[in-house]
């Protein structure tokens, strides 16, 4: 279920070979349409890259640098015992816009791919 639950939210398929997911979709208020999702699942630097494309594709926009670099940890109050990624963000870390009005970053390290995704749900102008 989670593989399909991602691939719904990010409009694009996880590798095939992706192995090990987790998600978790944050909704800090039922009164909010504001979300933040966390990604992980273990795949090759190769498999990840070619899956970055794919996202960008999907969005049909390109690579957008300004939304880097960002902080890998969780928002206040969540809890993810999976959620381990480095505090630094690599220059091959990618990002672009996601949602109505939101953005999603990713980075590859250690063999994990770790992806967040966060989106206000209203679609005014940025």
Not at 4 to 12: N, P, Q, S, V, W
Not at 17 to 46: G, M
Not at 65 to 88: F, I, N, R
Request: charge should be negative; charged fraction near 25%; glycine fraction near 8%.
């Amino acid at each position: 279920m989670k593989r399909r639950d991602i691939e719904k939210l990010l409009g694009a398929a996880l590798p095939a070979e992706a192995t090990d997911v987790s998600f978790y979709d944050h909704h800090p208020s039922s009164e909010l349409s504001f979300h933040t999702a966390y990604i992980k699942f273990r795949v090759s630097k190769e498999q990840f890259t070619e899956w970055t494309r794919g996202l960008h594709a999907a969005a049909g926009d390109a690579e957008n640098k300004p939304y880097l670099p960002v902080s890998w940890a969780v928002e206040l109050g969540v809890q993810l015992d999976w959620w381990d990624p480095g505090a630094d963000t690599p220059p091959d870390a990618v990002a672009r816009s996601f949602g109505a009005n939101g953005w999603l970053v990713a980075k590859h390290e250690r063999g994990w791919a770790y992806a967040i995704a966060t989106d206000t749900g209203h679609g005014e102008q940025r």
